[in-house]
């Protein structure tokens, strides 16, 4: 299938790898949150602001429905793409997706001094992600094809990782002939 996703928390990597993995694979990288931005003229926060955290996530799903048709594209989700039932049956039929699975302490380590993620603007965020990565880190799970350890290695490395399982997927894992 012509079709990458990637998936997992906010500060997981999904844009950074994605990006690279694309670019690798003569595919074409688009980031869902950018779309959203795009299409919409304004930032995250703001759509959190006038629209609340439903019409955001009204808004996601819409693009996920879209990208998900087309061809050739390595596609970065947002993190709480998963919620919603829908979007993980779509998400699951229409294309291979990898969970980028990294610890809550790297997350947190790789997110504190980010303002652009309104889901950690309260007053202990760091407690925020270690709820969020537990309430759903099984639903990455219940939606990924291929899971990598996203939280040592550098970027490079684990995009290897990824296609390598990639192409294992393809053929088969490779046995030793006797
Ligand atoms: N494998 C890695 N090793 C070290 N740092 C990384 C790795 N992957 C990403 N990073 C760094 O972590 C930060 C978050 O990465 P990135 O923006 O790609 O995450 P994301 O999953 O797209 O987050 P969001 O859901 O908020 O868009 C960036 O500063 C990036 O440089
Ligand atoms: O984890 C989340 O729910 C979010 C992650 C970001 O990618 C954005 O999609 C938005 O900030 C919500
Ligand atoms: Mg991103």
Same mark, same amino acid.
């Given at each position: 299938?012509?079709?990458?996703? @990637?998936?997992?928390?906010?500060?997981?990597?999904?844009?950074?790898?994605?990006?690279?993995?694309?670019?690798?694979?003569?595919?074409?990288?688009?980031?869902?949150?950018?779309?959203?931005?795009?299409?919409?003229?304004?930032?995250? /926060?703001?759509?959190? #602001?006038? $629209?609340? #955290?439903?019409?955001?996530?009204?808004? $996601?799903?819409?693009?996920?429905?879209? @990208?998900?048709?087309?061809?050739?594209?390595?596609?970065?989700?947002?993190?709480?793409?998963?919620?919603?039932?829908?979007?993980?049956?779509?998400?699951?039929?229409?294309?291979?997706?990898? +969970?980028?699975?990294?610890?809550?302490?790297?997350?947190?380590?790789?997110?504190?001094?980010?303002?652009?993620?309104?889901?950690?603007?309260?007053?202990?965020?760091? $407690?925020?992600?270690?709820?969020?990565?537990?309430?759903?880190? /099984?639903? +990455?799970?219940?939606?990924?094809?291929?899971?990598?350890?996203?939280?040592?290695?550098?970027?490079?490395?684990?995009?290897?990782?990824?296609?390598?399982?990639?192409?294992?997927?393809?053929?088969?894992?490779?046995?030793?002939?006797?």
């Amino acid at each position: 299938m012509d079709r990458i996703v @990637l998936i997992g928390m906010m500060g997981a990597g999904k844009t950074t790898i994605g990006k690279e993995l694309a670019r690798r694979s003569g595919m074409r990288f688009v980031d869902c949150d950018h779309e959203i931005e795009a299409r919409t003229g304004v930032k995250i /926060p703001t759509i959190f #602001e006038i $629209e609340g #955290e439903e019409g955001f996530r009204r808004r $996601e799903s819409q693009v996920i429905d879209e @990208l998900t048709s087309c061809d050739g594209l390595v596609i970065a989700t947002g993190g709480g793409a998963v919620l919603d039932p829908g979007n993980r049956a779509l998400l699951a039929e229409r294309a291979v997706v990898i +969970y980028l699975n990294v610890p809550p302490q790297v997350l947190w380590e790789r997110t504190r001094h980010d303002r652009n993620r309104p889901l950690l603007q309260v007053p202990n965020p760091r $407690e925020r992600i270690f709820a969020l990565h537990r309430q759903r880190d /099984p639903l +990455y799970r219940e939606v990924a094809h291929i899971i990598v350890d996203g939280g040592r290695g550098n970027p490079g490395a684990m995009v290897r990782q990824i296609q390598k399982a990639l192409e294992n997927r393809r053929t088969g894992p490779c046995t030793p002939s006797t």
